[in-house]
């Protein structure tokens, strides 16, 4: 305990002595309940200061381009963000809003969103806003080991402003509007004219960030599809030995008409003689 | 080659993957298997050894005596053993028809009983019968019981046989007699009635008609010349009496006319006495040549008498030479009829005395003798179920059944297992994330698969015990069940209830 107190005080004195602190937090891995106080200082401070946040520390090994970038995992992650971004970014247009869904739960729907958020944020030329639309089982907090209460729910139900709700998170250029507290009918709320002026908003309001929604699956829930068609994009993740074939072509069947603009398979078995990946292994600088 | 290979890697994906589970449902067929080897209900089998003795005695009146091959018996032993009467007579015996009540059931116990029973045939003479059942004590009764009652029926059976041969051929025997005898009559009769004809030696015979024919010739000649003699005698006679009867004639005529004195009657009358004095000087060879041709007469009808004979002897010779070859033939055949006979007679004779001495040995068990050499004791150990067998097989079939198994669940999951099976959308795979590893969980894991290997691993060595107690003849689990049977546990519920 003492220890976290310590580092506590050292990040308030560093806040307070002018605010051009070194970007790297020294805190270990400080407690949720703690975080939760570090987080809600910020709103007050202007979203794009990401320097000045602590960074979030999450030890989850699933968020590979934040705590293992050089596995081959991360580069997969990459390799779609590098995709992705051909297919959404260009001369004159810039498809910013990106929903991840998948047919029914646990396919990894929220890693992949967060994962390629982080793989985004990562780098120079991009800032990300992840929401948590997610109102049924939210769970990128949980990932990010982090504990706000107020969202998305929030902004809907309450019109809390979205700069209130916005959450930066200390990786890279990436912030995040939480899903917020729980409601019984997500459905009627997503359907809202509300919904859709939010997200028109919230296009415009940051018209250079990308706009990542994770939401819940199609198949068991109506409110996905909806959604689907206020996005510019829709990423669609597909877990090995988890959906049936019959329910991944029901589920792509459902988003016609929508941008889909591709699948992620999740969870691929591997040969582990393949070449591939034991290249990337021997020559990471983690390796050794 | 290859698919091969990748077919490998994808059995041991699948169990890499579903480890625990095939841990599990292995465990369970072996426990399910271990459990049904000892419910299984036990058979005993009963085994006797009976050899088929060829006696000395058979070996030294061979050719004398008439004895079933060994061959034959062997041959139809298996299926005289298995024969429905001989069954139903031991299952008799040994009560074990006690619960059949209808015809329908008899015959399925002879058909289980059948089936249960085993012959076999070792080095030619050397059998070895036995019969299978639940129960020790009815296997080898049975087994005893058959094979007493086999022997037994197969002795009198062949010493009814030898004692049937026997009595066919003294009928036989007795007919023939009356036949031969027949024959030997008609032989002997005809033999008698034809006798000279058959008797006589042809070759005399002819010559005995050339000789009578000869003599007849002979005869004749002397005939000729005793007739030809005859008439010679006559003539001379014959001109003096002539002339004396012509002048005695002339003189009649004479002395009608003339007197005695008259010349000529003188001259007739002097030539009378002339003649008469002729004749008389001739008169003496006149009365010689008269006795000569009474004598000549004499004689040739004596020698007619005697041709007349030779004819009838050689004509009766002649008639007696044509019958001869018939009456050969008609004798020759009779005789060949009774030979026959006598043939037949014969051998049925010496048979007779041959099976006569068959019966004997049969009757004193000379002749090829069953012989038990191994009675059938009281079986111990149930030969069925094979636990050892059923055990090891559940092992096997344990760890193949639950593969199987796995196998099947992989072939009834339709779930994407493939990138390959998710291009068919229509829609670009982006990227492919590889199976993310959380070493915390994966260590969790580990220690679950252990602890889930280690209980797994003990259980299979306590499943052990049971094939090993087997081999070791230890029978606990015998001795448990039998305390726990079915019956004891109806009677313990009813027991509660009243």
Redesign the interface.
Known sequence: MSRIEKAMERAAQLREGGGVAPAPAPAPAPAGHQQKHVFKAIPSQPPPAPSVTPAITSDNPYLVNLNDPHSPTAEEYRKLKSVLVKMTKGEDFFKNTIMVTSAVPHEGKTLTALNLAISLAQEFDHTVLLVDADLRRPSVQRYLNMNNKRGLSDVLLEGLDIGDAIVATGIGKLSLIPAGRAVSNPVELFTSQKMKELIEEMKYRYPDRYLIFDTPPILPFAETRSLANLMDGVLFVVKERLASQENVKEAVEALKGCELLGLVYNDATLDRHDERYSYYRDYSPKAS | MQSSELDY?KFL?ILNRRKELFVVLALLIMTAVTIVSFVLPKKFEAKSTVFIEKNVISELVKGLTVTPSMEDTIKVLTYAITSRTLLAKVADSTDMNLAAKSGADSEELVKRIQKNIDVQVKDKNLFIISYKDSNPKIAQDFVNTLVRLYIEENTSSKRGESYDATKFLSEQISTFKAKLDKAQDEVNAYKRDKGTAISIDEGKLYQDINASQQKLIDLELRRRQLEGMRHVTKTTSDPLRSKLLALQKQLHELQAQYTDSYPEVLTVKGEIESIKEQMKAAGGGQTFDSNELAKVDSEIAAIRASEDGLRRNIASNQALLRNIPAARAELDKLELERNNQKNIYDQLFARHGQSEVSKQMEVQDKSTTFRIVDPATLPTAPISPNRLAIMMMGIIGGLAGSFGILLLLEQM???????R??KG????????????????EVALQHKRAKRLFTLGGVYFLFLLCFPVMELLGLNYVDTMMSYISPASIVQDVKGHLR
């Open positions: 890697k994906q999951d339709t779930s994407v297992k493939d990138a099976s998710v959308f229509g829609v670009p795979i982006l990227a492919i994330i590889p199976h993310m590893l959380d070493p915390q």
